[in-house]
């Protein structure tokens, strides 16, 4: 499938084959496909929570608007965004430092350079932190979509859902920010989508504020 | 292009063409592929400056740690995320209301439950918009980088940048996070890249806090 057709046969699914699992391998190699997504600085502030049991997904419904594709869709990801991502000692800092030294990247004394650099663009204003995780997991969310449509796999991502229960209920640290639930599975037999909702034309997103531009 | 070759062809290009244009129909076709992107209720919270003329990608390289890519890749995108993208009056979101009555998603009785919605999703603490806008953002980045793949072209996701410099110089307004500029051009004549950076194993990236999960 070239990216033309996985962008147009990538739908929000409201409807999933509860009985139809997503195996480990598959679920593996969209993980996998997605691990490549840039990140700032390389640092991949993401991380999931799986949640495959039929009895997890029952208790992250009712926390979720009490959607039902949340306990259809055998498996709902938790997407996770790190705020402490760039900060030293993080184990990611912290190989991406090893990594850079095995390369010849960079040389022992860049240390300073190196954490001061990742803290100026992370931490120049109380919001940053946040924007730096939410955004790379933003990057990473969106891999997973696609891959999962290359697997021939369905995704939904949502936002209705209430944060501070889903961190107790899975005991998630306050440092991850929770920027979506991503349903995963097989549309239900049958199902016939609606249209493509509207998207802006380029003529709406490309802008200008200052009467510049082609 | 399948998405695997995609996914590994990606690359952050260090050195662009400064030669090699690219058409106005190359970047239109990279931006309709990417306006595909899925939003949060479909409020699509992003936009773009292009910025095209050499005078001001040197103007941008200045405030962007004097990276001589900005000013040698032909274009470089200001990537934005609106802040406001949920409000009643917003452009889109008003949009979005009058296709939802056209195709027959919503009654017009159902309107201040619409805009209630948006407003507990999105608003529900300070930095829920902030998280709302760059994560809708990083989903539409990300595509606008496979795109770019997928029709030879290359580029490169940037954080380092005086956010409050690109601000003032092109006039973006207060409600607008700047996630990041995206250098878009071709690569360099006779340019070896690099080995790709390590990325976190699946299992590096699969977690649980409570002693749940297979």
Chains 1, 2 share one sequence.
């Not at 989508?193 to 490309?206: C, N, S, T």
């Amino acid at each position: 499938m070239n990216f033309q057709d996985i962008s147009e046969q990538r739908r929000a699914i409201n409807f999933f084959d509860p009985e139809q699992e997503v195996s480990q391998e598959s679920l593996t190699r969209m993980i996998e496909l997605a691990a490549r997504t840039p990140s700032s600085f390389n640092l991949q502030p993401w991380n999931l929570v799986v949640v495959r049991e039929q009895e997890e997904r029952e208790t992250l419904k009712a926390l979720a608007w009490n959607q039902d594709k949340v306990a259809e869709a055998p498996v709902v990801l938790i997407v996770l965004a790190d705020r402490k991502g760039w900060q030293e000692g993080h184990p990611v800092v912290e190989q991406n430092w090893q990594q850079m030294l095995a390369t010849g990247g960079m040389q022992p004394e860049q240390r300073d350079w190196f954490l001061g650099a990742a803290k100026s663009l992370y931490n120049w204003n109380e919001q940053a932190d946040l924007a730096f995780a939410v955004k790379n997991a933003g990057f990473f969310a969106m891999s997973l979509m696609y891959a999962a449509t290359s697997l021939g796999l369905e995704t939904h991502p949502m936002d209705g859902f209430d944060h501070e229960g889903v961190r107790r209920t899975f005991q998630i640290p306050d440092h991850y920010w929770l920027p979506l639930l991503l349903a995963v599975g097989y549309r239900k037999p049958g199902l016939e989508l609606q249209p493509a909702k509207w998207r802006k034309r380029v003529d709406e997103i490309v802008v200008r504020f200052d009467g510049g531009g082609a």
